[in-house]
């Protein structure tokens, strides 16, 4: 039986990783002066590539740290740390600084970089899907939480097809202050990451 509480906190945590509102800004000022259309298509090809890398890593992902020799308790206290750090940049807006930096070939798919990697499926979001994974217990479960990773995936489609009206409703104050929010979320999920993963090595 597969709890509703590990469901919901599970598409919260990437939701909150992947964090749509706050990609809604840089969607516009890589993709200005492009028609609606092409930018349509430039965030449909980046949604279905980061699903497939994200999909790659959940099924995987677990089995590469087992040949490499990364336990999963280890590897849930070195995501949470990660995520941690994630949240900090949201709570102190130096993700959206440092996602304005990223620089571009003007020769190559804006769809693969930066949108897809590493802003959609970036290392906390491969880090936390493999950590979802790793808490599943069976194939059902699994299979629910790559659903919940496409669904979190197809989400942040809607809001970068309607990037333009939400940061027009939201403006730059509202766009700050659900970052701000949703960094705290995530901060707390970080900690129960770590807390497990402590458990798990049998520390506590």
Same mark, same amino acid.
């Given at each position: 039986?597969?709890?509703?509480?590990?469901?919901?906190?599970?598409?919260?945590?990437?939701?909150?990783?992947?964090?749509?509102?706050?990609?809604?800004?840089?969607?516009?000022?890589?993709?200005?002066?492009?028609?609606?259309?092409?930018?349509?298509?430039?965030?449909?090809?980046?949604?279905?590539?980061?699903?497939?890398?994200?999909?790659?890593?959940?099924?995987?992902?677990?089995?590469?740290?087992?040949? *490499? +020799?990364?336990?999963?308790? /280890?590897?849930?206290? !070195?995501?949470?740390? #990660? &995520?941690?750090?994630?949240? @900090?940049?949201? $709570?102190?807006?130096?993700?959206?600084?440092?996602?304005?930096?990223?620089?571009?070939?003007?020769?190559?798919?804006?769809?693969?970089?930066?949108?897809?990697?590493?802003?959609?499926?970036?290392?906390?979001?491969?880090?936390?899907?493999?950590?979802?994974?790793?808490?599943?217990?069976?194939?059902?479960?699994?299979?629910?939480? *790559? +659903?919940?990773?496409?669904? /979190?995936?197809?989400? !942040?489609?809607?809001? #970068? &097809?309607?990037?333009?009206? @939400?940061?027009? $409703?939201?403006?730059?104050?509202?766009?700050?202050?659900?970052?701000?929010?949703?960094?705290?979320?995530?901060?707390?999920?970080?900690?129960?990451?770590?807390?497990?993963?402590?458990?798990?090595?049998?520390?506590?």
């Amino acid at each position: 039986m597969i709890e509703t509480g590990f469901l919901i906190s599970a598409f919260a945590t990437l939701f909150v990783v992947i964090d749509p509102p706050g990609l809604v800004p840089l969607f516009i000022v890589l993709t200005q002066g492009i028609s609606a259309d092409h930018r349509r298509n430039l965030a449909k090809r980046a949604c279905i590539i980061a699903a497939i890398l994200l999909t790659l890593f959940g099924l995987l992902g677990e089995k590469l740290l087992g040949l *490499i +020799g990364i336990s999963m308790p /280890a590897f849930r206290i !070195t995501g949470g740390i #990660l &995520l941690f750090i994630t949240a @900090l940049d949201m $709570l102190f807006e130096r993700q959206s600084q440092r996602r304005e930096e990223q620089k571009t070939d003007p020769d190559c798919d804006l769809s693969v970089f930066p949108l897809a990697t590493p802003l959609i499926a970036g290392p906390g979001t491969i880090a936390t899907i493999i950590l979802l994974v790793g808490k599943t217990e069976n194939w059902i479960a699994t299979a629910f939480v *790559i +659903g919940l990773m496409l669904a /979190a995936i197809f989400t !942040t489609f809607l809001f #970068l &097809l309607a990037a333009p009206r @939400l940061e027009h $409703l939201l403006g730059r104050t509202g766009i700050v202050v659900i970052n701000r929010l949703l960094g705290i979320l995530l901060a707390t999920l970080s900690v129960q990451f770590v807390i497990d993963g402590v458990k798990g090595a049998g520390l506590i």
